[in-house]
């Protein structure tokens, strides 16, 4: 009889998660498995702690950090541009000197974007990157004004 309940929990199971990756997005996948992995590791980590396991619990932690590390890393990325203005100068070498008129495939470059984003795709972009170089977290006003402009011209503001 118990394992008839688990069968049937898991066919349940099975169908909520069919459902959820055939309507989510990418984004929400993704933010999904990273969820259930983080999970699942603190729960094995919890559980080799308890049952007295606790070196072999370290030994994965350890073992891990470098992966953990890595990804971190790529995860929080900062576009190519970001480091540099135009003409390949250093940012705060000289006085920043955007230039105000930009094209839609340079905002789409600044922004991160492909073509054919949507509104919320580019608010999304425009909020990650502009809590990075916001001049009032250590970042350039400069490049806070191109943020901005990037995305004015990709929602086609004035």
Not at 16 to 28: N, V, Y
Not at 101 to 116: F, M, P, V
Not at 131 to 156: C, F, I, M, W, Y
Request: aromatic share 10%; hydrophobic share 45%.
């Amino acid at each position: 009889m118990p394992y008839i309940l688990l069968v049937i929990g898991l066919l349940i199971g099975a169908i909520f998660l069919f459902r959820f990756f055939t309507s989510a997005d990418k984004k929400e996948v993704k933010a999904a498995i990273y969820t259930v992995f983080t999970i699942t590791i603190c729960v094995a980590l919890f559980i080799l702690a308890v049952t007295g396991r606790l070196p072999a619990a370290i030994a994965i932690v350890a073992a891990a950090w470098p992966f953990l590390a890595y990804w971190w890393q790529k995860r929080n990325q900062v576009p190519k541009w970001e480091g540099k203005e135009r003409g390949g100068r250093k940012k705060n070498e000289e006085k920043e000197d955007f230039s105000e008129n930009i094209e839609k495939k340079e905002a789409l470059d600044i922004l991160g974007l492909s073509e054919g984003a949507t509104e919320k795709e580019i608010k999304a972009a425009h909020r990650k990157l502009m809590q990075k170089l916001h001049p009032d977290t250590g970042g350039s006003e400069g490049l806070a004004r191109r943020l901005n402009k990037a995305r004015d011209v990709l929602l086609n503001k004035k």
